[in-house]
């Protein structure tokens, strides 16, 4: 009667309130308990994660799969139950990335030795990656989605915040094309092998993090003045474009006019 509290009948004995009058709360003349939950209430219910598969299954998902491989580009089962394979991951990105500024590019040498270049300079640019690159990776099935990630900045020498990126399936169904952001955790292997080697199925996609709201706080000082001074830029060319249209226009205009001088109506 008091906080006004509404709950369902098998819902009391769990509720706990703070409450202002303890041991003096009542129920309210009008009841402010509600008849229990219809048995068509949609209620969450906690998915059973599905048992990882045996080795054996592996085994025969592994076989199944390379024998529809036509590109050389096989998967191999370990002795500890691991296995190995290739992954292409399309990079779709909209925004500059930013790079160490004259440095050359890794070289098998560096790789092996585990070379990370970008510690070598403290100057950054920025540049746009090629929209639709194809980027081939050998992984094992213990490569996250995250680790993924990280594996393509480091080899495009891209040291922007990993956060700042999202690794996406895109499907294919029902003639249309359909994205899904994978969580980090996610074994991007396991999901090649479950839809097998034909990318039109299933392929990976490199996108910029969206959120919906962009955490400017997530970029640094350079970064942020690179963006002003390409946003200036494209400003700048939609004026020239807008204004060269219109000069057209009026040229068109101009010239229809000298030859509509001296002609009835």
């Known amino acids: 009667a008091d906080c006004r509290y509404t709950c369902h009948q098998e819902c009391r004995s769990l509720?706990?309130?703070?409450?202002?009058?303890?041991?003096?709360?009542?129920?309210?003349?009008?009841?402010?308990?509600?008849?229990?939950?219809?048995?068509?209430?949609?209620?969450?219910?906690?998915?059973?994660?599905?048992?990882?598969?045996?080795?054996?299954?592996?085994?025969?998902?592994?076989?199944?799969?390379?024998?529809?491989?036509?590109?050389?580009?096989?998967?191999?089962?370990?002795?500890?139950?691991?296995y190995t394979g290739f992954i292409k991951v399309h990079l779709k990105l909209r925004r500059p990335v930013t790079v160490p500024a004259g440095i050359r590019p890794q070289s098998i040498y560096d790789a092996l030795k585990e070379v990370n270049l970008a510690e070598m300079t403290d100057k950054r640019t920025s540049f746009y990656l090629p929209l639709d690159a194809i980027k081939q990776l050998h992984i094992s099935s213990t490569t996250t989605v995250g680790e993924v990630i990280q594996g393509l900045l480091k080899k495009f020498?891209?040291?922007?915040?990993?956060?700042?990126?999202?690794?996406?399936?895109?499907?294919?169904?029902?003639?249309?094309?359909?994205?899904?952001?994978?969580?980090?955790?996610?074994?991007?292997?396991?999901?090649?092998?479950?839809?097998?080697?034909?990318?039109?199925?299933?392929?990976?996609?490199?996108?910029?993090?969206?959120?919906?709201?962009?955490e400017w706080d997530a970029f640094s000082i350079p970064e942020l003045q690179n963006f002003l001074m390409i946003l200036d830029k494209e400003e700048k060319d939609k004026i020239q474009q807008v204004h060269r249209k219109y000069e057209r226009f009026k040229q068109r205009l101009q010239q229809t006019l000298k030859e509509a001088r001296g002609k009835p109506g």
Not at 71 to 81: E, P, S
Request: glycine share 4%; net charge negative.
């Open 157 to 214: 020498m891209v040291v922007d915040n990993p956060q700042k990126f999202a690794l996406f399936k895109e499907m294919r169904k029902d003639g249309q094309v359909l994205f899904q952001k994978l969580p980090l955790t996610e074994y991007p292997l396991y999901l090649r092998l479950l839809a097998g080697p034909d990318t039109d199925v299933l392929s990976f996609v490199l996108k910029e993090n969206e959120t919906g709201e962009v």
């Open 15 to 82: 509720i706990q309130l703070d409450c202002r009058r303890p041991g003096q709360c009542q129920l309210s003349p009008e009841s402010t308990l509600l008849p229990p939950r219809s048995q068509n209430v949609t209620q969450t219910v906690e998915e059973e994660k599905p048992e990882p598969p045996t080795v054996q299954e592996i085994r025969q998902k592994i076989e199944k799969y390379n024998a529809k491989v036509t590109n050389c580009l096989l998967m191999k089962l370990n002795d500890d139950g691991t």
